[in-house]
């Protein structure tokens, strides 16, 4: 048997012959595999514990190397998909929030700058240390608009807070509409930086709120489905792994399609996770029952 984690590509040879083959590239390779062992199924099962692969080979649903059945029952019970989007949702909102309270300011008017933003030569009024853990050179400075003398500070580097004195000229940027937000000119490295958090700022907003919503949207589903909920039959399509602490796969949850009571092809996923077994009594393409909403026919729990 080879298995290779960075190219991901998976053999398995019986007397020589290459029974199965797949890859999947930098991801893990937790799972069962079927091939043909003398001409009936047998499986490759491949776990991982967070830090090194280990391997089994599953006949008649039983392991080779302990002789122990696999298991079919539900997995060791982890919060459900629900409770996990909606708690995944609200950490990235709450940590959006956190960044836009500490940065969202300066990101703004860092935005306001580029837009509308004029370079003039400002004059060094003050020279200073801020104190600290790393004492950091800071110099002020001012310059005139329209009469008017504007001031404002800037960190410096150790090199050019020697470099500058009183009176020495240095380039400021001033949004022109209010000359008050001043500040030193950003480099594109810096303006580089300031798009991309700008762009995670959106992108946390957007996916928590999604998260939430897809949460909120699954636990009132799973109420309708308890209260007026109607069995149906269902072809299981796949199975995706379920992971816990260390990355470690937990259970498979199932995904299915189905047809509601207006002929539309419809898909769902199960919210519980289940063993190894589950994969083996419930292959692809194995007939299972589950439940609708047949006020909302999109809304489905899987039954086995």
């Known amino acids: 048997m080879e298995d290779e984690y960075f190219l991901g590509k998976r053999v398995v040879r019986v007397d020589g012959h290459i029974a199965y083959q797949g890859r999947t590239i930098l991801s893990d390779h937790s799972g069962l595999y079927e091939f043909d062992l003398g001409g009936g199924p047998a499986f490759l099962h491949i776990r991982t514990n967070g830090f090194r692969y280990f391997y089994d ?3 008649d649903e039983r392991s080779i190397s302990t002789g122990a059945p696999l298991d079919i ?34 990101i703004w008017n860092d935005v306001r700058l580029t837009v509308d933003g004029k370079i003039v030569d400002a004059n060094v009024i003050s020279r200073t240390i801020v104190p600290g853990r790393n004492p950091s050179p800071q110099i002020g400075y001012a310059f005139p608009i329209d009469d008017v003398v504007y001031t404002g500070r800037m960190f410096v580097s150790d090199d050019d807070y020697r470099r500058l004195h009183l009176g020495d000229a240095v380039r400021v940027v001033y949004l022109r509409s209010d000359p008050s937000i001043n500040q030193r000119p950003r480099q594109p490295i810096e303006q580089l930086l300031g798009a991309g958090i700008i762009a995670l700022v959106v992108w946390g907003a957007v996916s928590g709120a999604r998260e939430v919503r897809r949460g909120l949207h ?30 470690a796969v ?55």
């Open 250 to 304: 937990i259970g498979f949850n199932l995904s299915y399609d189905y047809t509601d009571e207006a002929g539309v092809a419809r898909h769902g996923r199960s919210t519980a996770a289940y063993g190894l077994g589950a994969l083996l009594r419930w292959p692809v393409g194995s007939r299972v029952r589950i439940r609708i909403d047949p006020e909302r026919p999109a809304d489905s729990e899987f039954l086995g």
């Open 57 to 59: 080979v599953i006949i």
């Open 73 to 106: 029952e539900l997995a060791r019970q982890p919060p459900s998909s629900t409770t996990e989007q909606l708690i995944g949702g609200l950490a990235v909102m709450i940590s959006v929030l956190v960044l836009l309270l500490f940065a969202g300011p300066q």
């Open 218 to 247: 699954a636990r009132g589903a799973a109420r309708r489905l308890r209260q007026r909920g109607v069995d149906t039959d269902g072809t299981v399509t796949g199975a995706f792994a379920r992971r816990g602490r260390g990355f």
